[in-house]
C-alpha cells in the first residue's frame, strides 16, 4: 500500500472516530467547553495531515519540462529536496523536485505553483501574526499562537515577519484607488501632527542614568501622522462652539484637572456628519515626509470633485510650513483646541485659577475669537501686559499667546469657517496620535529600532483605516513576483470566490 493510500485511509479513520466520538459514550458525561475544545484540537490535527496529504500529492507529479533558470539556462532533475513549511496546524515537510544545472541556482517548480512565501511561514499564519501584532506585543501575539493553535514562533520570528509584510504599503497606497465617498461629504480634510515612539540607543551613545519619569531610556523620534477623509457641511454659530468649549472644560479646570486636549466641541452630536474615507498612515521619516505622503493622498482623491479642500493643524510652524507648500490649494485652519488652550492660560495668568471673574473673561475673549476677531483679543492681552499691575510672570504668559495668535491670525477665520460648514478641530489626527502610536508602540518599558516600529505603524495604519482585506492580496502577489519573477497564475473564478473573506465569514 502506499504511503498517499495510507495517509488517506489514515485521515478517514480520524474523521469518522470524531464523529462516532462526539455522538457516543466517549463524550455523553463531558461539560460543552471540554466537547468543543476536544474537537478542535483533534481538527487541527486533522487540517495537518489533509494539507500533508495536499502537499505529498502535488509533490508525487514529476513538473512539465523543460525546466529553466532565470536567465534561460536548461535545468536537469537532480533530487528531491524537503522543505519545512509552518502552517496554522502546525510545522509540515514538504518534499518537491530539484533541478540544477552547474553555475545555476536550485530550481523547485512546486514552489512557484504553490507560491510559497519566504521562510516557510505560510501567509494565513503570517497575516495571522501581522493581525494580532499591530494591536498587540508580539510576547502577547506569540502567547496566544500557541495557546490557541498550538505553534510555536520566537519574537524575533514574528518581528521578521512583520517588517517583511509591511514593505508593501507604500506601492500599495500609490495603487489603491480613491474610496466610493458619499456625496454629501463635500469637504476634503486633510490632518497633520506629531506624536513620539522611544527609539533604542544607538550603540555608540554612552549609558545615562534612567529618567525618573518613567519614560524608557534612550531616545524620542516624531512620528509624523497624517489623516485625510471627505465629510460633510456642519454649519454652527460661534455661540454654539464658545458654549460648548467652555461648558466641556470650566468644571475640570475649576478643579484644577487638565482638559484632554483630544476632546472636541460636540454642540449637537446627534446631527454631526462622521468622516468618510478615512485613511491614516504615519511616518518616522520626518515632517517632509508625512506630509508628501498626504499630499499623494489628497491628490487620488480629487476626482471626487470636493467643493472644498481644508488643513486642520496646530500651531507648529514647522508642519504648518510643509502643508502650506506641499498642499497650496488648502486652506489652513488653526485647530481651536490648541488656540483655546493658549488664551486659557493668558486667563489663569490674569486672574488666577479660581478667580469668580475668569470664566466670564474667558466667555468675552473666546466669543471675539470664534467670531473671527483675533486683531482684538490681541489687542486686549497687549493692553493687559501693557500695565503697571501686570507681574513679570503674567506678562510672559500673555506673551506667549500674543505671539502665537499673531503668527497663527491668518488661520483663525473661524466665523467664516463655521458660516462654511468645515471642521475647526484636529479630532481625527489627534485621536490618530493616541491610538495609531501611543496604544501600540508607547506601552511600558517599550524602545523601537526605527525599522520595527515603521512596520508596526505602517500596517497598523493599514488595519485602522479599514484597508487590511485589500492590502492582502496585494501583497501577497506582489511578493510572489518579487521571488519568482512572474505574477501568479489567476485562480479560477469560483475557487477565488470561495476564498473571499465574505465567503468564509458566511
Not at 55 to 84: I, M, N, Q, Y
Amino acid at each position: 500500500m502506499s504511503t498517499t493510500t495510507t495517509m488517506i485511509a489514515d485521515v478517514q479513520r480520524e474523521f469518522e472516530a470524531l464523529v462516532r466520538d462526539v455522538q457516543g459514550p466517549a463524550t455523553a458525561s463531558l461539560r460543552a467547553d471540554e466537547v468543543e475544545l476536544q474537537v478542535f484540537r483533534r481538527l487541527l490535527a486533522l487540517g495537518g495531515a489533509l494539507l500533508q496529504l495536499h502537499f505529498d500529492s502535488r509533490a508525487a507529479t514529476r513538473p512539465d519540462e523543460p525546466v529553466l533558470s532565470p536567465d534561460g539556462t536548461l535545468l536537469r532533475c537532480h533530487d528531491r529536496r524537503s522543505r519545512r513549511y509552518v502552517s496554522i496546524f502546525g510545522p509540515l515537510a514538504l518534499r518537491r523536485h530539484a533541478y540544477h544545472a552547474p553555475g545555476q541556482p536550485v530550481v523547485c517548480p512546486l514552489d512557484e505553483a504553490l507560491s510559497l512565501p519566504p521562510r516557510g511561514y505560510s501567509m494565513v499564519l503570517r497575516e495571522w501574526v501581522a493581525y494580532g501584532a499591530t494591536d498587540s506585543t508580539y510576547r502577547e501575539t506569540q502567547t496566544l499562537l500557541e495557546r490557541v493553535l498550538g505553534v510555536s514562533l520566537s519574537v524575533a520570528a514574528l518581528e521578521t515577519c512583520l517588517a517583511e509584510d509591511a514593505c508593501d504599503v507604500a506601492a500599495f497606497d500609490q495603487q489603491a484607488p480613491a474610496p466610493a465617498l458619499d456625496p454629501a461629504a463635500t469637504i476634503l480634510v486633510a490632518q497633520a501632527d506629531g506624536k513620539g515612539v522611544p527609539i533604542v540607543r544607538p550603540a555608540r551613545q554612552p549609558r545615562v542614568a534612567r529618567p525618573t519619569s518613567g519614560r524608557p531610556g534612550g531616545r524620542m523620534k516624531e512620528a509624523t501622522v497624517s489623516a485625510v477623509y471627505a465629510i460633510a457641511a456642519y454649519e454652527r454659530t460661534p455661540d454654539e462652539i464658545v458654549s460648548a468649549l467652555l461648558d466641556a472644560s470650566d468644571a475640570a479646570r475649576q478643579a484644577g484637572e487638565r482638559v484632554d486636549p483630544l476632546a472636541q466641541p460636540r454642540p449637537r452630536p446627534q446631527r454631526r456628519p462622521r468622516p468618510v474615507g478615512k485613511q491614516l498612515r504615519a511616518t518616522l521619516a520626518g515632517k517632509t515626509a508625512g506630509v508628501t505622503h498626504l499630499a499623494q493622498a489628497v491628490g487620488r482623491r480629487a476626482a471626487a470633485s470636493s467643493a472644498a479642500r481644508v488643513t486642520v493643524c496646530d500651531g507648529a510652524e514647522a508642519l504648518q510650513d510643509e502643508l502650506r507648500r506641499l498642499l497650496p490649494r488648502h486652506t489652513l485652519v488653526l485647530d481651536i483646541i490648541h488656540a483655546t488652550e493658549y488664551l486659557w492660560e493668558a486667563a489663569t495668568a490674569l486672574l488666577g485659577q479660581r478667580h469668580p471673574g475668569r470664566l466670564a473673561w474667558m466667555r468675552q475673549q473666546l466669543t471675539l475669537l470664534v467670531g473671527g476677531q483675533t486683531a482684538q483679543v490681541i489687542a486686549a492681552l497687549e493692553a493687559a501686559a501693557a500695565s503697571p499691575e501686570c507681574a513679570t510672570q503674567q506678562r510672559a504668559a500673555l506673551t506667549r499667546t500674543i505671539r502665537y495668535y499673531r503668527r497663527n491670525a491668518p488661520y483663525m477665520r473661524y466665523d467664516a469657517y463655521l458660516a462654511r460648514g468645515w471642521p475647526i478641530g484636529t479630532g481625527v489626527v489627534e485621536s490618530a496620535c493616541g491610538h495609531l502610536v501611543k496604544d501600540r508602540l508607547q506601552q511600558a518599558g517599550m524602545r523601537w529600532t526605527l525599522p520595527g516600529a515603521q512596520a508596526v505603524l505602517d500596517l497598523r495604519a493599514v488595519r485602522l483605516s479599514g484597508e487590511w482585506d485589500a492590502y492582502w492580496p496585494y501583497h501577497r502577489q506582489q511578493q510572489h513576483q518579487r521571488r519568482y519573477g512572474l505574477p501568479p497564475r489567476p485562480r479560477p473564478r469560483d475557487i477565488e470566490d470561495r476564498c473571499s473573506p465574505q465567503a468564509l465569514a458566511a
